[in-house]
Every structure is written in structure tokens, then in C-alpha cells.
């Protein structure tokens, strides 16, 4: 069964250091989001992601993150600046079409000292 | 924000009984409610959907019952077992304007199946 997959599965970074999360998205799905979870909290919608551009942002997602296709395949979130407070899982989510359901990726933790 | 909301955290249920999850939503621009099973270390799993005009939705052991008057959905799994054990995530999607899908969560309930 096809399954979405994430990279790195931990990641530890230092406060001030960009870091980049990868994801590569079930090969027909055409729809991409990003959501994450800090510890003990509920799962938070980042960003949605259709035909090369950003659909629609939370609150969450400021100047300081940034969503691409790169290569037609990765889907990858990017924090430039990482802060404490950015320590959470990350989750990759895609779907075939917004009205279906999203399938979830394993997730990477991000850990900012 | 509260738009979903879990008010259980916590359900410990024999092995072979039925368990029901709980979840109230407060937007009436939900269109589409979903249950997700997590395990720790791991994304949430897509269980069992259901489509706010109908009223049950049901798929081998699991059924996902809406009440739309009351603003609510319930989880049912029978029968019930150890490897149901998990958090459960019940999750709505906004049919809205400008809205591409997103899904709103509520907290979690942790399902403890004993043998």
C-alpha cells in the first residue's frame, strides 16, 4: 500500500538555525499539508499546498516558514530562524483531492535547544 | 479555538465490549468528519470517515454515528481489542470558502483495550 514517507525522523537544531523537512507524498495525490503537534497538544493545520502555490496558511505559518515542490516529488517545509518553541512533530499529510481523506506520514521530530 | 473538541481523554474498555469515542464541533461549515488512530512515534492513521449529510457511516468493527442537530459524532468499535489500543483523533474539514481541505482536530482520546 502506497504510504507517505518523511525525512528526517528526528532532527535537532540549534535556536537561530534553519532546518528543513522533507516529505515525499503518495505519487497521485495532488493536495499537500502540513500540520504539527506539540507535545501533549492537539494536531495543528500549518499550510495547504495545490498546484505550486500555498492554498491556505494558518496563523501559525509566519515569515518564518516557507512550503516548495522542489523536484516534482519532495514536498518540503522550510524554518529559517528555528525558535524553542518550534519543538513539535512535524506531519506530512496528502491527499488525492481536497474532498478525500489526507493520509498522514510518520512525522519528524524537531527538537530546537 | 475549540472548533472540535474530545471532552474524554481517557476510555479503558474490556476486550470483546464495545468502546464509543466522543467528539462535539462547534462550526456548522464542517462538511466532512474523519476518525484517525495514532500510536505513539507515528502519524495518525485514517480509520473511518463520514459525510455531514448522512448519519452512519459503518466499515467492518468500526461505524461512525452524526447527529448534526446536536453538533455531534461518536466512534463505536466492536468488538473491541487489545490492538485497538491507541489516541483517537476526531477530525472535521471545513467545506468553506478559500478552504483547500484543512482539517481541524480535536485533542485525543487514549483507548485502553485490557485482554
Known amino acids: 500500500e502506497p504510504e507517505v514517507t518523511q525525512t528526517p525522523s528526528h532532527q535537532v537544531t540549534q535556536m537561530g538555525q534553519e532546518v528543513i523537512l522533507r516529505c515525499v507524498p503518495i505519487s497521485n495525490h495532488l493536495y499537500f499539508y502540513w500540520y504539527r503537534q506539540i507535545l501533549g497538544q492537539k494536531v495543528e493545520f500549518l499550510v495547504s499546498f495545490y498546484n505550486n502555490e500555498i492554498s491556505e496558511k494558518s496563523e501559525i505559518f509566519d515569515d518564518q516558514f516557507s512550503v516548495e515542490r522542489p523536484d516534482g516529488s519532495n514536498f518540503t517545509l522550510k524554518i529559517r530562524s528555528t525558535k524553542l518553541e518550534d519543538s513539535a512533530m512535524y506531519f506530512c499529510?496528502?491527499?488525492?483531492?481536497?474532498?478525500?481523506?489526507?493520509?498522514f506520514g510518520p512525522g519528524t521530530r524537531l527538537t530546537v535547544t | 479555538d475549540q472548533q472540535v473538541k474530545q471532552n474524554s481523554p481517557s476510555l479503558s474498555v474490556q476486550e470483546g465490549r464495545i468502546s464509543i469515542l466522543n467528539c462535539d464541533y462547534t462550526n456548522s461549515m464542517f462538511d466532512y468528519f474523519l476518525w484517525y488512530k495514532k500510536y505513539p512515534a507515528e502519524g495518525p492513521t485514517f480509520l473511518i470517515s463520514i459525510s455531514s449529510i448522512k448519519d452512519k457511516n459503518e466499515d467492518g468493527r468500526f461505524t461512525v454515528f452524526l447527529n448534526k442537530s446536536a453538533k455531534h459524532l461518536s466512534l463505536h468499535i466492536v468488538p473491541s481489542q487489545p490492538g485497538d489500543s491507541a489516541v483517537y483523533f476526531c477530525a472535521a474539514r471545513n467545506a468553506g470558502g478559500t478552504s483547500y481541505g484543512k482539517l481541524t482536530f480535536g485533542q485525543g482520546t487514549i483507548l485502553t483495550v485490557h485482554p
Open positions: 499529510a496528502t491527499t488525492h483531492r481536497s474532498s478525500y481523506e489526507q493520509y
